[in-house]
């Protein structure tokens, strides 16, 4: 018999919670605040206040419970309010003076919020509602053909993977299992399937249920089946593993984390200290909540899709752009159509009724969304469209910002609708990979990577007004990736409809070779063919290549007309 030991966290990269970007000056050189007082408190707020603090501008806080920080924040106000805290709990507030170039030390007030603590709360030694299961084996694992993974609630199952199911997916060398065939809307629910909730809708995907790796088999749980604070057991049967006996309901349990102490600010991180160990874990929890939420993301590779439905002022940072990545595999192969949502979650056997789409991050009628410091790369690798972001807009008035992000794929890398601003970002691809129809999308000092490819296009534009912006890329540079020939490339190549408008403009943005000396691609004929100054394929100061050989598909505006499209203000109105 096999020796087995159940984990319930993967050592990865640490979560860095500390007061962000500090004045680089040594600290010392103000007063630290004094006569910290605690003002108010109840069961879950405290208001703290304290003395002014001579050559201030602004101040800095935070809350932590012991080594984990809870929330953190500043600004000119010499008091904070702190919401979502636990009954019962002592945290330490602590807070600093910063001035010009010089902040000063911390000073400290412990205090206990008022009623008892939740008897739900769990144990030392709680793991993310959102971890893997991770059950260590005496040599590597081998899974079998047939057989259940159970996971229980008491005496109720509550969620199950069938080794049966295996047989319907691919497993990649990078360990990512896929289907075999392509998903549709008449394909049956498996176990190898995921049903994400967000809002009142599910996102259906295939996912990866089992990882091996070494010795270990992780067992990934199925979107929101576990709860806060309560206690659950894992069964295996026989023959889920070649050559072990099984694990019998009971023999091995884990217990989850409370619910975060502040649900506005959510933390995440794979080693198991923060939140939530994925992203979607805390998008999960942030859609069951109200206000603005943000997800402070630690450095590491999170191997997921994500889903977020009908929320609004979210954001999710980064601890750093090129460290901190969201890579998974899909594609039209995989999962057919740009995305949507079932209105009910289908059960296993029965036919999904709709896809979730070939993106990576599907967001559907979300306002006020903010990605910032991350990598997202669809990891699928062969030609196809393989979106990174479907921004799915409802109204198409709904606003998304990118800031210091990279977005890599091959075709169709990013799709989109709203008010967007993509700000010093990078976008990689080689067919349309930017497309959709947005009523202004700006990306402002980007890099636009052309990928190499026999003839591609950087955009796909289906504006739905004749006078909307469309894509606009403002002080942007055109690159060529490895191995993409000089003349390759087009700027622009249409849908070939008149149901929307060809809508692109370029403005002082530093172009490589790899653009065609055409510039726009000529069949289909763009809408309108002939541009004009607000409507069309249109360019103005661009430098690092000749633009005397460009078609008459596209304009060269004059300065007075350039000037409606030389500021985020001028284009998105904010």
């Given at each position: 018999?096999?020796?087995?030991?159940?984990?319930?966290?993967?050592?990865?990269?640490?979560?860095?919670?500390?007061?962000?970007?500090?004045?680089?000056?040594?600290?010392?050189?103000?007063?630290?605040?004094?006569?910290?007082?605690?003002?108010?408190?109840?069961?879950?707020?405290?208001?703290?206040?304290?003395?002014?603090?001579?050559?201030?501008?602004?101040?800095?806080?935070?809350?932590?419970?012991?080594?984990?920080?809870?929330?953190?924040?500043?600004?000119?106000?010499?008091?904070?309010?702190?919401?979502?805290?636990?009954?019962?709990?002592?945290?330490?507030?602590?807070?600093?003076?910063?001035?010009?170039?010089?902040?000063?030390?911390?000073?400290?007030?412990?205090?206990?919020?008022?009623?008892?603590?939740?008897?739900?709360?769990?144990?030392?030694?709680?793991?993310?509602?959102?971890?893997?299961?991770?059950?260590?084996?005496?040599?590597?694992?081998?899974?079998?053909?047939?057989?259940?993974?159970?996971?229980?609630?008491?005496?109720?199952?509550?969620?199950?993977?069938?080794?049966?199911?295996?047989?319907?997916?691919?497993?990649?060398?990078?360990?990512?299992?896929?289907?075999?065939?392509?998903?549709?809307?008449d394909t049956k629910l498996n176990t190898f399937m995921d049903a994400i909730p967000s809002g009142k809708r599910w996102r259906i995907v295939h996912y990866t249920p089992l990882r091996i790796k070494g010795n270990k088999l992780e067992i990934k749980p199925h979107s929101g089946v576990l709860d806060f604070g309560k206690t659950y057991s894992v069964a295996l049967d026989a023959g889920v593993v070649v050559g072990h006996p099984g694990i019998a309901r009971g023999e091995q349990s884990f217990t989850t984390k409370a619910k975060p102490s502040s649900p506005a600010a959510l933390s995440v991180s794979q080693d198991g200290t923060a939140d939530f160990c994925t992203i979607q874990g805390a998008l999960n929890y942030a859609s069951t909540t109200t206000g603005a939420v943000s997800v402070l993301v630690a450095n590491g590779t999170y191997n997921e899709m994500l889903y977020l439905r009908d929320r609004a002022d979210v954001s999710i940072t980064g601890a750093s752009r090129d460290k901190c990545v969201i890579a998974y595999a899909n594609a039209e192969g995989l999962e057919t159509g740009s995305g949507g949502a079932a209105s009910s979650k289908p059960s296993v056997g029965n036919s999904i009724g709709a896809v979730g789409g070939r993106a990576l991050c599907l967001f559907e009628n979300c306002d006020n969304l903010v990605l910032t410091n991350l990598t997202i790369r669809n990891t699928y690798g062969a030609q196809g469209q393989a979106e990174t972001i479907y921004f799915n807009s409802g109204s198409n008035a709904h606003k998304l910002v990118i800031e210091n992000c990279a977005l890599h794929s091959l075709q169709d890398t990013f799709l989109t609708k709203g008010v967007v601003w993509v700000h010093n970002s990078l976008i990689a691809g080689n067919v349309d990979f930017i497309w959709g129809y947005p009523k202004a999308c700006l990306f402002e000092d980007c890099e636009i990577r052309c990928e190499k490819y026999s003839s591609g296009f950087i955009l796909q534009a289906r504006v739905p007004g004749a006078n909307d912006k469309g894509f606009v890329f403002l002080n942007c540079r055109i690159?060529?990736?490895?191995?993409?020939?000089?003349?390759?490339?087009?700027?622009?190549?249409?849908?070939?409809?008149?149901?929307?408008?060809?809508?692109?403009?370029?403005?002082?943005?530093?172009?490589?070779?790899?653009?065609?000396?055409?510039?726009?691609?000529?069949?289909?004929?763009?809408?309108?063919?002939?541009?004009?100054?607000?409507?069309?394929?249109?360019?103005?100061?661009?430098?690092?290549?000749?633009?005397?050989?460009?078609?008459?598909?596209?304009?060269?505006?004059?300065?007075?007309?350039?000037?409606?499209?030389?500021?985020?203000?001028a284009v998105l109105g904010w």
């Open positions: 018999m096999k020796k087995l030991l159940l984990l319930l966290a993967i050592p990865l990269v640490a979560l860095s919670c500390g007061k962000g970007d500090e004045p680089s000056s040594d600290a010392g050189k103000l007063a630290a605040p004094k006569n910290l007082t605690l003002k108010a408190i109840t069961e879950n707020s405290a208001t703290i206040q304290w003395d002014p603090v001579e050559g201030a501008k602004t101040y800095r806080w935070d809350v932590k419970k012991g080594s984990e920080l809870v929330v953190s924040g500043g600004g000119t106000n010499r008091n904070a309010l702190v919401q979502g805290l636990s009954a019962g709990t002592t945290y330490r507030f602590s807070v600093i003076a910063v001035g010009e170039g010089e902040h000063s030390e911390e000073s400290f007030l412990d205090f206990t919020t008022e009623g008892s603590s939740s008897p739900e709360d769990p144990v030392a030694g709680a793991v993310c509602v959102d971890a893997p299961i991770i059950l260590t084996f005496d040599e590597t694992p081998v899974l079998g053909t047939s057989g259940l993974i159970k996971i229980y609630d008491g005496g109720s199952v509550i969620d199950q993977i069938d080794l049966a199911d295996l047989t319907t997916v691919d497993i990649r060398d990078d360990g990512q299992m896929v289907p075999k065939e392509q998903i549709k809307a690159t060529a990736g490895e191995g993409a020939a000089d003349g390759t490339m087009y700027l622009a190549r249409s849908g070939g409809s008149t149901d929307y408008y060809d809508n692109v403009t370029f403005v002082n943005c530093q172009m490589s070779p790899v653009i065609n000396a055409a510039g726009w691609y000529s069949n289909p004929a763009p809408n309108p063919a002939t541009p004009t100054a607000t409507s069309g394929w249109k360019e103005y100061g661009t430098t690092g290549v000749s633009t005397a050989s460009r078609n008459s598909l596209g304009r060269t505006l004059t300065a007075d007309e350039a000037a409606a499209y030389s500021s985020k203000e």
